[in-house]
């Protein structure tokens, strides 16, 4: 267990109280109906003895290798409470694919060949860039053990999403708050699309959004999708666990009973993935907003508390109208598709114009600044070489030579770490530097301080801006 | 058979308890029915802590809290208030806290007066443990209902996992609860079977039947555990769904 204060199963933080260091919330999660239904048709099953019903052993890529002639199975890549997946290669198509197995023991239902059709049959029929697409589906004969008869194996073969899911981005702490708002918005995309079609996700977690090598969003497993146009009841997906979504993500809805969820469940899911991937964690009790706890827009706040509303009636009533909010608060464009595989080298400047001008012009300033001053040393470098000593000079203080002296040298050296502060302020590079500089600027180091003062105020006044700072630790 | 072994963890706990007894206290319906006594008193022995809590809060000083408490617990046993409990509004849960709060409004300078008359308590309630555990409770914003709703599931959760443990103590498998764990708020991969098994000493696959036998077995006393509290038992399902909102809130 990678963190003892994190939930290995939902990814909430531990409460203090949490009984024997377990997470509370999934504990009582565990003791549903719906979990215990998958338990007790266990025994049913003709492998009970085998390790495979009390948990599911995925099959190697050499026992499935013989079920599936058309593809080469090339390896497991992470299986879960509902099967397996494997990543293979489509052998005519010569492209790589990504094959699902649903576990045996989820599918003893007898209805279950019926529902999984019609959710298949409805998952293919989506195709949208920001959805994983699903090529084909089906069963085939699986044998159980010698004596016992075969029993089919559900399958689906999607396409495969070169990358990471979001849970690992999280829980990388690598992703930044302009990433994630390059996120939200191709899940809201992909969201609305399925909407439109009637499509409800209704299992909307970190894990299930994949962002692909060129930063692309792909959201997979609409597993526990259900038509909402349909009669209530009549498409209960699977009888089994899978009916509930995610504890953590779902809405209160949607705790509350798996009837009367439309699509505002997938918002207050995308929510609580928002939220999370803002400030790493999900909402719990008396959540902080976003901008409390980490350096983002406090417009933000309101996107994400919106989602987050306990009532449905008072959430976004469209995916849609999320992206919407995001892109006033961060400018219609966010930061272009993210790669996880590179640094990110300027994201302020590529995330946000505004942000950019709001740094620029007082850089500028601090360059000017910084230049009349070093300028002015020069000049007395200049005079002296030429001979002309500072007695000769109109500004001198009281005659007096070393008095001069030191005023020059220390006009040269407040110019440097102006200059230089200008400099990484450009480049977004070193808050502290550029601070640094704004303090050399006024201290009354220099004969041009009335210039430069104003100059470092405004400076200072532009670095500690929150929304400059978050850019600057980011960069 | 397989699956009569996953029945109990082991054989030797003649233990247990009614199922709904919660169900037992409200169709009794008279104050002296010796069963609906017990099970009432058994209840409260369980679930007292909570309501500690929210005294507690609204309380500052901690013997007049404890006063209160016993009190409060005297009056719910002897006086019949069972008896009026709303049987629509079922959970043992929510009559439990409008009680409470019906006698800290209501009852308790009357009960005051009657104190010194001999009004004894039944229960063995460790109130001074109770407040040293409330000590240690976060000072947080939250109100005296949300504590009492969130300590009512940490007892709940605490009690179900003795109850666990226990049962793997009896049949000597103490190390199992520890190594195996993990499962129980997770699904089978949530444990590292290779890493269980060598230090339980089997094979993984062993280990694998051993978390399942034990998420089964947890979800069973969960669920009795809350069916206790309700009455009926088809409403064991809405309440561990208000349990979830709760721990949301």
Known sequence: MSNPQICPNCGAKLPDDAPARLCPRCLVAAGLESHAVLAESAPEAPTIDSPAASGFVPPSTEQLAGEFPQLEILSLLGYGGMGAVYKARQTNLDRLVALKIIRPEATLDRTFASRFNREAKTLARLSHQHIVNVFDFGEVAW????????????????????GVNLRQLISDGKLMPNEALAIVPQICDALQYAHDEGVVH????????LIDKRGRV??????????STQKEGEFRLTGTHQVMGTPRYMAPEQLESTHGVDHRADIYSLGVVFYEMLTGEAPMGHFDPPSKKVEVDVRLDEVVLRSLAREPARRYQHASEVKTGVEQVCGVHAAPPTDHSASLVDPPAAGDEHLYNTVRWPAIAMLVGGGVNLTGFLLWIWLLSRGNYWHDFPLLIGHNPEATAWIFFLTGAAGIPMLFSGLKMLQFESRR??????????VPLSIFVPLTAPIGIWVLAVMTNSKVRAAFRHA | MPGKETHRLNNANPGGFATTQW??????????????????????????YPLYVYVRRKVENVDDAQDMTQAFFAHLLESGAVARADRCRGRFRAFLLTALRNFLANQWHKEQALKRGGQRLKLSLDLDAGESKFRLEPSHECTPEKLFERRWVTTLLEHVLERVRAELVDAGKQDHFEHLKVGLAGDSEAVDYQKAAAALGMTPAAAKQAAYRLRKRYRQLFREEVARTVADEAEVDEEIGRLLATLRE
């Open chain 1, 143 to 162: 044998p159980t053990a010698e004596d016992q008869p075969n029993r089919p194996l559900f399958y689906f073969i999607m396409e495969y999403v070169d």
């Open chain 1, 218 to 227: 792909k959201i997979a497993d609409f597993g526990l999708a259900k038509l």
């Open chain 1, 202 to 209: 209704r299992d909307i977690k970190p894990e299930n959004i």
């Open chain 1, 433 to 442: 530097l550029a601070l640094f500089g704004a303090v050399m600027a006024l």
């Open chain 2, 23 to 48: 169900s037992i206290v409200l169709t009794a319906g008279k104050p002296n029915d010796s069963d609906a006594q017990v099970a009432l008193g058994q209840l409260c022995e369980l679930y007292w």
